[in-house]
């Protein structure tokens, strides 16, 4: 079974419009965390964001916001005011730390057109 | 800032050929871990490493191998290339028990032919 599931293979929004990124996770640990990753054309792979199963409040980084419901497993990603550097593929990730390996397990990705 | 260098932006080998990937971290993280990006799959783990001379298989460790001599290093082997293992390579790396992000490398977009 999938850990990591992102339903959207692509998606096309209009410049600054908010945008929302589905990801919902599989696990049976009570401690763990949930990372978004932006990769550009050019490959790099940067982090935007990270909420661990333990915090109340939803993470937000700027345009970033994490819409984290626990009950559900969903952690979609916000992006407010959606820019044209926004284009990207976006990969929702979860470490799930009772197993103390550090791994971090990735899903298959959104890629994100957003258009003038 | 952290940074991760990957030896090679693009590389092209023949089927057969030994291929090494380096990966170097400036930040004394103690984990490292190498990925294949493949379209439609996401991210697929090959090996981590925890420490020095340490490795551990990942999900898709076969016809690869690792070598962590320094803590800096971590070192992706191809032993004999195939054409299945065309792929977009990427390097990470993270603390120990962090609860925050993996940085990762530029990539090595490898072709076999």
Redesign the interface.
Do not use: I, K, T, V
């Given at each position: 079974a999938q850990k990591i599931t992102q339903t959207q293979p692509g998606m096309f929004v209009q410049e600054k419009e908010a945008v929302t990124l589905d990801c919902t996770y599989d696990t049976s640990d009570q401690s763990y965390g949930l990372f978004w990753y932006k990769q550009p054309s050019s490959g790099e792979m940067i982090f935007l964001i990270y909420q661990g199963s333990y915090d109340e409040q939803n993470a937000t980084e700027g345009r970033y916001s994490l819409n984290f419901q626990k009950a559900r497993k969903s952690a979609n990603l916000v992006i407010s005011a959606s820019q044209l550097g926004d284009s990207a593929m976006y990969f929702c990730a979860m470490r799930e730390e009772e197993n103390r390996d550090d791994k971090i397990i990735f899903g298959k990705g959104t890629r994100l057109h957003i258009l003038p | 800032d952290v940074k991760v260098t990957q030896s090679s932006r693009y590389l092209v080998k023949r089927t057969g050929e030994k291929v090494f990937l380096e990966c170097v971290q400036d930040m004394d993280h103690e984990?490292m871990?190498w990925?294949r990006q493949d379209p439609?799959?996401?991210?697929?783990?090959i090996y981590?490493s925890?420490d020095v001379k340490m490795k551990?298989k990942?999900d898709i460790p076969e016809g690869y191998s690792v070598s962590r001599e320094k803590k800096e290093r971590f070192s992706l082997i191809l032993e004999s290339a195939s054409t299945n293992q065309t792929s977009?390579y990427?390097c990470?790396s993270?603390h120990?028990?962090?609860?925050?992000?993996?940085?990762?490398?530029?990539?090595t977009?490898l072709t076999v032919t």
């Open positions: - | 984990n871990f990925y439609g799959l996401g991210l697929r783990l981590f925890y551990e990942g977009m990427l990470a993270s120990r028990d962090s609860n925050y992000e993996q940085y990762f490398g530029p990539g977009r």
